[in-house]
Nanobody, 119 residues
Framework: QVQLVESGGGLVQPGGSLRLSCIAS????????MGWYRQAPGKARELVEG???????NYDDSVKGRFTISRDSAKRTVFLQMDRLKTEDTAVYLC?????????????WGQGTQVTVSS
């Protein structure tokens, strides 16, 4: 089992910045994918940015040039730097990873952290 704990959300004005962190309870399970998702009220969950162990990234076009995903060298923590935030970025942001257990893959999710962009 893997527990994920997110932090760093909050209230920010349009144009401001936030840095989200997600730490996994273990580094003994390799993660084939680590990503940040978001879910706004009444909308489906969507991938914001994600990355593979090789560093390859994919992202939603709406955050291109504004958000940056990164991970630490121990590969237990994934970050999301969010700059030039817009009101439409308001959502619950969740960390999601795919663990490779050798005999199969398993998705894990954090509880989410609220990001509110408002003046």
């Amino acid at each position: 089992q893997v527990q994920l704990v997110e932090s760093g959300g909050g209230l920010v004005q349009p144009g401001g910045s936030l840095r989200l962190s997600c730490i996994a309870s273990t580094s003994s399970i390799p993660f084939t994918f680590m990503g940040w998702y978001r879910q706004a009220p009444g909308k489906a969950r969507e991938l914001v940015e994600g990355m593979s162990p090789s560093g390859r990234k994919n992202y939603d076009d709406s955050v291109k040039g504004r958000f940056t995903i990164s991970r630490d060298s121990a590969k237990r923590t994934v970050f999301l730097q969010m700059d030039r935030l817009k009101t439409e970025d308001t959502a619950v942001y969740l960390c999601g990873v795919v663990g490779d257990h050798g005999v199969g893959f398993q998705e894990y999710w954090g509880q989410g952290t609220q990001v509110t962009v408002s003046s």
